[in-house]
């Protein structure tokens, strides 16, 4: 609305002040445009009858300085066309464009009918750091950060080969962030690229803020209650997927990016696996797959059990458990719930709070509510154990969204175990994977490779193969390269 | 929904259709109609299976894989067929509604003896409701992922061996069976589901050319999960026991007992809600693709609401377990001639079809 | 349409309840169970006696006895519930002990009744007291007898001290027509419950017995024995020897020897190999000679012995090593149904062969 609305604008202006000189007319619209703009730096120099306009935040100083300002007063004013026609520059009468140009860090010069455009962008930003939500121990350690090019010159520095592409979509009617598709031409599916790209330019929204708020605008299932494409902060692993086939989305503006399609069970592998023997990379996957299992039933076993079938019990752990029930006033679903609800209140919190008083947080949930709560016979001590070991095994899984997912079906299994015991939990599990099975990320199935099974994908799934054996692309990448 | 179903998927689906409640009960079954070594007759009905499957291996070759449907209207007008149809989607309908009502009913013997039926049944239509609702291209996919969660169990077994003896099991060859006939029946209907394909032609990845062959794997998968669970319970039950014993596999699996937990029997026996789900949301599916072809005009969403509202209505005395095992009995002899005369009269069909094509070229 | 149907979902399991909750520590978890003759009051009557652990942290005693006079199971359960607060539940049953004169005029209905109820498992030790199962129960020096007495079973079955009672073996042999079941059989040595040997079952009635040093031998006639020991007590020369033999292969073997369609004899073949780890005889038993001296001895010893229980099983008419399922295998459908089964062992002569290797004699020569 508003980009037409300045066209319109544009229009009448054109055809109201046709007499007045082109110059003018230039200089009086592009002070329209940024009017109130107070960071808009202006500056005219008499000598050279020139006006220069740039976000001084939004260049680079040294740049600024060598680019710009050492060429313009070494020249005499009938040298300034010449200097102007290098390639550097480029010259333009289109408002709109010269608007966009400027706001995204070049600097214009207003010389006698037209202006002239320089790229200077180079704004501050935060250096390379290793990621502070994915922690690696072997493999490299930098990670992304909120700017698209440094981003992109991390994966470019890995993935040295022209068949790198990168399109760069817009989004966002007010905020007019940039989207920028990373794909290998002749391995990934030029098809799928296809189709994110129209995707993204469909989406109609005033701002996007991060890769995962567009992550959820492109999803295929938007009401799922499971992230359909992981996101990643890592460059070293963005480049492993490119080559097989997927495609990368970087957001700039956001340390993470996007790689899709991707599966349920990419969200459970970590750069680790790569770099550490085959068979030690295999069990730590494997330990992960477990840790999910953990999370999601531990607790729901622990309520069914000792709610409805006692007699699974095997006899030297009924005397630990009736003995640590014995003073707990309330049945183990309320009791399951309130211990579930107070330890991702100390999550929260610790998440919430400075680093400084978030170890406060630890103290005080761990041995106020931890130990009072058993003395004061609030909860019993097995149960602490459990909801303890089962929270720990959902922090396991490397992805913060996926274990926030699956933090959260855990409470309904809880309620369902509640209810239902043993036939609660496997009506929950019985939802829970029709759900997931119906879900595809960007029109891939999402269980692949387990459903629909593709045998070949299992060397990378629940283990992680040696690299002689893995040869292959995933299938669900639909890669164009055979083999 | 372009995605076909691969012929892999089709084995695992056949397999999950075929093997449901019956599973727990079999052993028995077999102690009380054929006697000892009953198993043998699971390996024979096997056989039978087969040349069924057969038979529809051949309506596929013969008819190019065109389904039911095409088949017959080819010859007979819809108007015509539409009645046939709908009584085949309410028969179907029923059968499953009675395969449901049968796992509830053990359900509540192991564990929930004061809460009422209907609630589990209400439960589990829901979930049928949900999964009918997606595409069968995606029900295969779900079936998988069952089909994962349930297998393992028969790798129990493992737990038996050293309770297990030769001696128990006779020499004898099927003496002291009660009815062999109604045996060969109630076994043969343990093996139904594979009839199901007749329907699922035009939905299956037909790029392999052998993909039929994956009808007969399912059923080898379901003929070895039934011989080694009956081999099994021949050789740890005495013969008068496992003719006493309700459901077989539920004490094999309660006599497990390892350090961490014991006596698993409800538990396991809760994943074979998974397995129901399965069979019920195919023959559910198959009856509304029977029901939305004879009355095309009703909205989709309401098919599958008419038909489990007509099937619990029409089972509404079935409750008791025995009055199930008679209803049972009834519709699974149904459902077998069914699953024997649809091939037949498809082929019939097709025989008429290329004699009347030939007579007028 | 969706949504409405989840909502509905929801809403319908969470409002209705479902009272089948049997919240553990509000139960009262039955540990061991035993059953005694009353009939001459009334017939059929039983004293049921329901052994609970009280395992609350309040709790002033480790269990609770609860005694009830019935002539059902269940009858007698409803009894038993009157007189606590807690609910009485089955699901955790370990071991049921029969009074011997209970056992001795059938236990089948009480067997059949437990298999039946589904709360209880197929793993419980059932055996058979000497007197009153009520007295093992009250034993002093004990804490908590349903623990007790189960894991004494279980060490004992291990040990192969006794044969394995799991009621679903019990029931087993029970409705098989070629074996007849056994059962450990209990009783006090000075107030202390204490193992006694083996109750000898014919049909579902306790005839005979066993005791402990003949127990052993019945069992490596029973079955595998996977690792047991024997002390041989065998006269050498002039003086008595002992030798402690510690075998772990056992294999047993049943042949059954027919002439046309006669069957004229069953030979049980029984293989051990096993390691001497005590001796009486003073120097060195290594040597081959004096190894063949032993293994003579232990054979000798386990045919005398194996003969006594033969006699014993001959005497009550019972089949407990399971010879007729040999007989029947050995014979064709027909055969076996026209088979007197009750005195085709009385008339059959049953002979032993034991074979004995000693595999090392320890750290000493």
Redesign the interface.
């Known amino acids: 609305m508003v980009r037409r609305s300045i066209k319109r604008r544009r229009k009448l202006q054109e055809s109201e002040e046709k007499d007045l000189t082109n110059e003018a007319t230039l200089l009086e619209q592009i002070e329209h445009q940024f009017e109130g703009c107070a960071d808009l730096s202006k500056r005219f120099l008499p000598d050279l009858q020139l006006h220069l306009f740039y976000f001084q935040h939004l260049l680079d100083d040294e740049m600024f300085q060598t680019e710009l300002l050492k060429p313009l007063y070494q020249v005499r004013e009938d040298e300034m066309l010449t200097v102007f026609n290098r390639f550097t520059y480029m010259a333009s009468d289109d408002i709109h464009e010269i608007t966009q140009k400027i706001l995204n860090g070049y600097a214009g010069i207003l010389f006698q009918d037209k202006v002239y455009l320089i790229d200077l962008y180079g704004p501050k930003e935060r250096s390379i750091e290793p990621s502070e939500t994915e922690g690696t121990i072997n493999g490299p350690h930098d990670a992304f950060v909120e700017s698209s090019s440094t981003n992109l010159s991390l994966i470019r520095r890995r993935l040295k080969s022209s068949d790198l592409k990168a399109l760069d979509v817009s989004v966002g009617e007010v905020t007019n962030g940039t989207v920028t598709l990373l794909y290998i031409q002749g391995i990934a599916n030029e098809e799928l690229v296809e189709r994110l790209k129209t995707r993204v330019q469909s989406i109609k929204i005033d701002g996007v803020y991060d890769s995962h708020m567009l992550s959820q605008l492109i999803e295929d299932h938007p009401y799922s209650l499971f992230p359909q494409h992981v996101l990643n902060e890592k460059p070293d692993s963005v480049t492993a997927e490119l080559v097989e086939g997927k495609v990368a989305i970087l957001f700039d503006g956001s340390p993470s990016v996007i790689i899709t399609p991707s599966t349920f069970f990419d969200f459970f592998q970590a750069g680790d696996d790569y770099y550490q023997r085959w068979l030690t990379g295999s069990a730590t996957r494997l330990l992960r797959f477990a840790a999910f299992l953990i999370t999601i039933l531990l607790t729901a076993l622990y309520v069914s059990v000792t709610t409805y079938q006692y007699e699974m019990i095997p006899e030297s752990l009924l005397q630990t458990l009736v003995e640590s029930r014995s003073r707990v006033p309330f049945a183990p679903i309320y009791e399951a719930l309130m211990m579930e609800i107070t330890l991702e209140l100390l999550r929260e919190a610790g998440a919430r709070l400075p680093t400084k008083i978030g170890q406060t947080i630890g103290i005080v949930g761990g041995i106020v509510i931890g130990q009072a709560a058993v003395q004061a016979g609030f909860t019993s001590n097995v149960l602490i154990i459990v909801v303890a070991s089962s929270a720990i095994s959902s922090f396991v899984i490397p992805s913060y969204v996926m274990s926030a997912s699956i933090r959260l079906t855990r409470f309904g299994l809880i309620i369902l175990a509640g209810i239902l015991g043993n036939f609660g939990i496997m009506v929950g599990l019985t939802v829970l994977i029709i759900h997931i099975c119906g879900l595809t990320s960007a029109g891939a199935p999402y269980t692949a490779p387990l459903s629909p099974f593709f045998k070949k994908d299992w060397r990378d799934f629940l283990i992680r193969a040696p690299f002689s054996s893995m040869k292959t692309k995933p299938t669900i990448s639909k890669s164009s390269q055979k083999r | 929904m372009s995605e076909k179903i691969?012929p892999?998927?089709l084995a695992i689906l056949i397999y999950m259709i075929q093997s449901g409640v019956t599973l727990t009960k079999l052993p028995r079954l077999l102690a009380v109609d054929f006697g000892?070594n009953g198993w043998i007759m699971v390996i024979l009905v096997s056989f039978v299976a087969c040349c069924n499957i057969f038979l529809i291996g051949l309506v596929n070759r013969i008819g190019g894989g065109k389904d039911l449907f095409d088949i017959m209207e080819a010859l007979i007008p819809r108007g015509v067929m539409a009645p046939f149809y709908l009584l085949l989607a309410f028969i179907y309908s029923v059968l499953v509604i009675l395969i449901g009502k049968d796992y509830v009913v053990i359900?509540q013997?192991?564990?929930?003896?004061?809460?009422n039926a209907y609630?589990?049944i209400?439960?589990m239509l829901?979930?049928v409701?949900?999964?009918v609702s997606?595409d069968v291209y995606?029900i295969t996919?779900?079936?998988?992922?069952?089909f994962?969660?349930t297998v393992w169990m028969t790798l129990l077994i493992f737990y038996h061996i050293p309770?297990m003896s030769f001696?128990?099991m006779?020499?004898?060859f099927l003496?002291e069976g009660e009815n062999f006939l109604l045996g060969f029946i109630n076994l043969f209907t343990a093996f139904l589901g594979f009839e199901i394909v007749v329907f699922l032609f035009p939905y299956i990845d037909r790029s392999k050319k052998n993909w039929f062959r994956s009808v007969y794997i399912g059923n080898m998968i379901t003929t070895f999960i039934y011989l080694v669970i009956s081999i099994v319970s021949y050789m740890?039950?005495?013969?008068?026991?496992l003719k006493?014993?309700s459901f077989p596999v539920l004490?094999l699996i309660?006599?497990i007992?390892?350090?961490?937990?014991?006596?698993?029997e409800?538990?396991i026996f809760?994943?074979f809600?998974?397995k129901i789900?399965v069979s019920i949301v195919m023959y559910i599916w198959v009856a509304k693709l029977l029901f939305k072809r004879a009355l095309p005009v009703v909205p989709d969403?309401w098919v599958t609401l008419i038909l489990i509202f007509s099937g619990l209505a029409i089972t509404f005395n079935a409750n008791l377990e025995y009055e199930i095992g008679e209803w049972l009995n009834i519709f699974g002899l149904i459902g077998a001639s069914i699953a024997i005369a649809l091939p037949l009269i498809m082929l019939t069909v097709l025989g008429i079809l290329k004699i009347r094509r030939r007579n007028r070229a | 349409m969706r949504k409405m149907s989840c909502v509905v979902t929801l809403a319908f399991i969470l409002l209705t309840g479902c009272n089948d909750q049997k919240i553990i520590e509000q139960l009262g978890i039955v540990s061991l169970i035993s059953y005694d003759d009353i009939s001459e009051s009334e017939e059929h009557k039983m004293k049921v006696t329901a052994v609970i652990p009280d395992y609350s942290i309040e709790a002033t005693s480790e269990q609770e006895i609860l005694e009830a006079e019935a002539s059902l199971m269940k009858e007698a359960e409803e009894k038993l519930a009157n007189q606590t607060r807690q609910k009485l539940v089955n699901g955790q049953i370990r071991s049921v002990i029969f009074g011997e004169d209970l056992a001795s005029k059938g236990i089948k209905d009480i067997i059949q009744a437990m298999e039946r109820e589904q709360e209880i498992g197929s793993r419980v030790k059932a055996m058979v007291a000497e007197g009153e199962a009520v007295a093992i129960l009250k034993s002093t020096g004990v804490e908590n007898i349903g623990d007790y007495m189960e894991k004494m079973i279980k060490k004992a079955a291990e040990e192969y001290l006794v044969p394995n009672s799991d009621i679903h073996i019990f029931y087993r042999d029970l409705l098989d027509d070629g074996i007849d079941p056994v059962t450990p059989l209990i009783g006090l040595t000075e107030g202390r419950a204490n193992l006694k040997g083996t109750a000898l079952f014919k049909d579902d009635r306790y005839v005979g017995s066993l005791n402990s040093e003949l127990s052993r031998i019945f069992l490596t006639l029973y079955g595998k024995v996977n690792s047991s020991e024997l002390t041989v007590k065998m006269p050498d020369g002039e003086h008595m020897r002992y030798i402690n033999f510690n075998y772990n292969e056992s294999d047993r073997d049943v042949k059954v020897k027919k002439k046309g369609k006669d069957i004229t004899g069953i030979e049980i073949k029984i293989d051990l190999k096993g390691s001497v780890l005590e001796d009486t005889k003073e120097g060195v038993i290594s040597s081959p000679e004096e190894s063949k001296k032993i293994e003579k001895l232990t054979e000798d010893y386990i045919t005398q012995n194996g003969e006594k229980v033969l006699s014993i099983l001959k005497e009550n008419r019972t089949d407990s090593l399971g010879l007729k399922q040999y007989v029947r295998n050995s014979l064709s459908f027909k055969e076996w149904k026209a088979l007197d089964k009750d005195s085709i062992l009385q008339t059959t002569p049953i002979t032993l062969s034991v074979d004995v290797k000693v595999k090392d004699t320890g750290m000493m020569q």
Do not use: C, D, G, W
């Not at chain 2, 013997?109 to 809460?115: A, H, Y």
């Not at chain 2, 007992?257 to 014991?262: K, N, S």
């Open positions: 691969a892999f998927h000892t359900t013997v192991l564990s929930f003896q004061n809460t609630y589990f209400i439960i829901l979930l409701i949900y999964l997606k995606t996919k779900v079936t998988a992922v069952f994962v969660f309770y001696t128990r006779t020499p004898f003496a740890f039950f005495s013969l008068e026991q006493l014993t004490n309660a006599f007992e390892i350090e961490l937990i014991e006596r698993i409800s538990f809760t994943l809600l998974m789900v969403k």
